[in-house]
């Protein structure tokens, strides 16, 4: 079983910053790709972020030059670095990942979430 918790989270005012972080721990030999969503009441949960193991990294539209992704294989960790806060950006975010076990694939994971708001 894999297990994805989340912190970093918090209430921030408009233009400021936050540090995101999300540690994968259980039964884990790789994770292929990481990532961070988010999800706002009455919203579809969208992606934030992703990165592979090879650093390939995709940002959605809104949040492209302002938050910065990365990941620490050996924490089994990825981070999200969000600068220049906007209201929109409030929301919870959840941590996500697609791990490999000994047999292979073991599965996409998802995270409890963490808490963001941004005032404006």
């Known amino acids: 079983q894999v297990q994805l918790a989340e912190s970093g989270g918090g209430l921030v005012q408009a233009g400021g910053s936050l540090r995101l972080s999300c540690a994968a721990s259980?039964?884990?030999?790789?994770?292929?790709?990481m990532g961070w969503y988010r999800q706002t009441p009455g919203k579809q949960r969208e992606l934030v972020a992703h990165?592979?193991?090879?650093?390939?990294?995709n940002y959605a539209d809104s949040v492209k030059g302002r938050f910065t992704i990365s990941r620490d294989d050996t924490k089994n960790a990825v981070y999200l670095q969000m600068n220049s806060l906007k209201p929109e950006d409030t929301a919870v975010y959840y941590c996500?990942?697609?791990?490999?076990?000994?047999?292979?694939?073991?599965?996409?994971?998802w995270g409890q979430g963490t808490q963001v708001t941004v005032s404006s």
């Open positions: 259980g039964s884990i030999v790789s994770i292929n790709r």
């Open positions: 990165i592979t193991s090879s650093i390939d990294t």
């Open positions: 996500n990942a697609n791990v490999y076990n000994t047999h292979g694939y073991s599965g996409n994971y």
